[in-house]
């Protein structure tokens, strides 16, 4: 679920496991912290929410190998492609203003025809791209443009004879009958959000998700209002070290900030890029349990959430993780014996959740900074399944 190499990565610099210095407080703490020491797992950060309220946070490990920095319940992380349902949100908040339907053909909002050599008949819509059925790939020009020092125009990867088109962006099958995971899609939807809005996306997002939540976040590290929380996130080298893969940044040194193209090709970021800590994510996701609104402040309206939590697609799609599609949400069955909603992230070594029960009105979410993952049958990781069927038994009631 990776979606670009971040340009603060420093893959020279290794680091070794370190052990703990949290005191457990409760059996809960014992338990995660026993299994962060079996996986080697650098740090984590997670939270309870029940009835529209965090009621729990834990915070475990380091934030920070080489500084010696532990983790905090509000240390911020790169959270990957939990990022999605947000952008999503800022999609949907421009839905409610009738810009667009979701079958609609989204070249005729580009302003160029977006079409599968393969089916050019077929059009591509907002549904499609929010539910990873429109044959829109990350190999090809994408996966290029990701660590491009001058990324192209998205019109030039999407339309025949552009600089950067290639066939290899097009699945082989009809728009609209397979899934195939696409963070290229999501970032068409940052780009979308500009065509509607005459905002930069990320600009976007900050004002009109994250600062009415009271949320320090952003899809650009440099704005973050306190960057001295950011966690690094580490790949691991063998023999329980570690190496920094992302948010890793020098004594002194200062986040860089992409150029913006022309509005309307925001598309590198919006798949995974957002940073935020668990307690101000808790806030976006108490909006999506609670009809749109949280303490007041309303980010979608009660029926738009509604939609967005719908299956709008089933299947078997990344060996049978994705089962079943909401509006770039993910409904599983697989974690803590019922049925929970909301998105997985992984890139750089992290690993991290956030999901919700809608009948119990409770969710989880969860963070975690590298380690020596191992995947289960169910597609997440031995720590994911752990920390949250944990966390469920012990305070879900």
């Known amino acids: 679920m990776e979606d670009f190499k971040d340009p603060g990565d420093d893959s020279a610099r290794e680091v070794p496991f370190k052990p ?4 457990p407080r409760d059996r809960l703490d014992e338990a995660i912290l026993a299994r962060m020491y079996e996986a080697k797992i650098v740090g984590v950060s997670a939270a309870f929410i029940q009835n529209v309220r965090v009621t729990w946070t834990g915070a475990y490990g380091w934030a920070d190998l080489e500084k010696e920095k532990p983790a905090a319940p509000d240390t911020i992380y790169r959270i990957a492609s939990v990022s999605k349902p947000i952008t999503a949100t800022a999609l949907m908040q421009l839905w409610e203003r009738g810009l667009f339907h979701l079958d609609d053909d989204i070249g005729a909002y580009l302003g160029y025809p977006v079409r599968n050599p393969n089916y050019p008949e077929v059009k591509i819509t907002f549904r499609m791209l929010l539910t ?17 020092p001058q990324p192209p125009l998205l019109k030039d990867l999407l339309v025949p004879g552009g600089e950067a088109y290639t066939p290899a962006t097009w699945g082989n099958y009809r728009p609209g009958t397979r899934f195939n995971y696409s963070n290229f899609g999501a970032g068409i939807i940052g780009a979308l959000v500009e065509v509607f809005s005459g905002e930069h996306f990320d600009r976007y997002a900050l004002n009109h998700i994250f600062r009415p939540l009271g949320m320090d976040a952003s899809y650009v590290v440099a704005d973050l209002a306190c960057l001295e929380k950011l966690a690094v996130l580490y790949k691991t080298t063998g023999n329980d070290r570690f190496y920094p893969a992302c948010d890793y940044f020098k004594k002194g040194e200062v986040p860089r900030r992409r150029p913006y193209l022309p509005l309307g090709n925001y598309y590198i970021g919006p798949a995974g890029a957002v940073r935020t800590s668990v307690p101000d994510l808790a806030k976006f996701m108490i909006a999506h349990m609670n009809g749109g609104v949280y303490q007041g402040v309303r980010l979608l309206r009660k029926d738009t959430v509604d939609l967005m939590q719908q299956i ?4 078997f799609g990344l060996n049978g993780f994705f089962r079943q599609m909401g509006l770039f949400l993910h409904i599983t069955d697989a974690l803590a014996g019922r049925r929970l909603t909301g998105h997985p992230g992984e890139a750089c070594g992290l690993v991290g959740d956030m999901y919700f029960d809608r009948d119990e009105n409770t969710g989880v979410i969860f963070m975690a900074n590298g380690g020596y993952y191992r995947t289960l049958n169910s597609g997440f990781t031995d720590i994911e399944e752990a920390v949250i069927n944990k966390v469920y038994r012990e305070l879900g009631g």
């Open 20 to 23: 703990y210095v949290n005191v």
């Open 132 to 148: 990873h059925t429109s044959s829109i790939l990350d190999a090809g020009g994408y996966e290029n443009a990701l660590t491009a």
């Open 312 to 315: 709008h697609w089933y299947g």
